[in-house]
């Protein structure tokens, strides 16, 4: 019979959602070299080719991963050592960082995804401070860990340099809607960005949990590195198979969130992911969720909206939906979490 390992049924997935033992890696997800953005000379024909390869991708995968994308080497190193050395201190300088009722920022190692315990280990920082608490009603306030030593500055210096590459990302995906460059930006002038670094220790039943359930990304783009472990699975569009993305050395990956979904009415689609769990190794990951202002109102763009092509959703407002859905990822719910197809018109 072997040796029973004691499975905590909290982590343990329905039998439809377990993952497959094997992956598929054929048909990976689009990569997309950004050098292009930072010659002196981008020539306009290079730069058309850059927006039409960012469409395809958004449309086919809703997922590509960039290289050249000008976040430099050694900050990402910097923030992945930082990260694995905050994992790595005691319980008790954990939990002096530790996330509660009033402030859902900080360390926490419970989360739950479609009602399911994830199979990790998370800490969350804001982008901006709001310097008020948000209309939630939750303090927005960094908690600084003091073990180790600079990690306040490194995740500073990670979040500006992410910042600039995701409003870089963002003119893109605008120019690949036929939009000017910059007709998205004006949402993300009081930003709920956040950045979680995430450790998914090695789980002896990588067959049962998973590190992060299945989901959409409910924001506008999530930028995500990851260390060499891999363990990010795509639902592939075309088939609905579940793909392994390949990690891809100082590479990010990129996501278009719900967020973009509506916006685009539909043109993009955020893609369902999961995370899978590795028995052996743990594995660090660093996704950034470029969000917009909590007062933001988020519909079709009426650009894209005519007698031809209906708008496709509601209107419903950023501020509230994301609220209602962090409530759900830290209490177990009887309902499914909210979602945009809520909003969808039939």
Not at 78 to 90: G, K, L, P, Q, V
Not at 211 to 221: M, Y
Not at 280 to 296: E, L, M, W, Y
Not at 334 to 346: A, D, G, L, S
Request: with cysteine; hydrophobic share 35%; proline share 6%.
């Amino acid at each position: 019979m072997g040796h029973q390992v004691e499975v905590d049924q909290a982590f343990v997935q329905s039998p439809e959602h377990r993952p497959k033992p094997v992956i598929s890696e054929a048909g990976s997800i689009p990569l997309i070299d950004l050098s292009p953005l930072f010659s002196d000379s981008a020539a306009t024909a290079v730069q058309a080719t850059l927006v039409e390869q960012v469409e395809a991708a958004s449309r086919d995968w809703g997922f590509f991963q960039v290289i050249n994308h000008g976040v430099p080497v050694d900050l990402l190193k910097a923030a992945e050592t930082a990260e694995r050395e905050f994992f790595a201190s005691s319980e008790e300088e954990k939990k002096k960082v530790r996330r509660d009722e009033v402030n859902p920022l900080g360390y926490y190692e419970s989360e739950h995804t479609k009602n399911v315990r994830d199979w990790k280990e998370v800490f969350d920082m804001v982008l901006h401070e709001p310097g008020v608490v948000d209309v939630s009603g939750l303090e927005l306030k960094n908690k600084w860990p003091q073990v180790p030593l600079g990690f306040r500055e490194t995740f500073e210096e990670y979040a500006k340099s992410v910042e600039k590459l995701a409003f870089r990302l963002l003119e893109l995906i605008a120019l690949s809607l036929n939009l000017p460059p910059q007709r998205l930006n004006v949402f993300f002038e009081e930003q709920t960005t956040f950045i979680r670094l995430n450790h998914y220790p090695p789980c002896p039943y990588p067959d049962l949990a998973l590190g992060v359930g299945r989901h959409k990304d409910a924001g506008a783009l999530t930028v995500l590195y990851q260390d060499s472990t891999g363990g990010l699975d795509v639902k592939r569009k075309s088939d609905g198979e579940w793909v392994r993305v390949k990690p891809i050395p100082n590479a990010f990956i990129i996501n278009v969130g719900d967020i973009i979904q509506v916006w685009s009415n539909d043109k993009y689609e955020s893609a369902e992911h999961r995370v899978s769990v590795n028995s052996a190794k743990d594995r660090f990951s660093i996704p950034f969720f470029f969000n917009p202002a909590s007062h933001t109102n988020v519909k079709p763009l009426e650009e894209l909206v005519d007698e031809t092509n209906p708008a496709k959703y509601d209107e419903y407002n950023w501020g509230d939906f994301f609220k209602t859905r962090k409530d759900s990822n830290y209490k177990k719910l009887e309902v499914e979490n909210i979602q945009i197809t809520h909003f969808k018109r039939v």
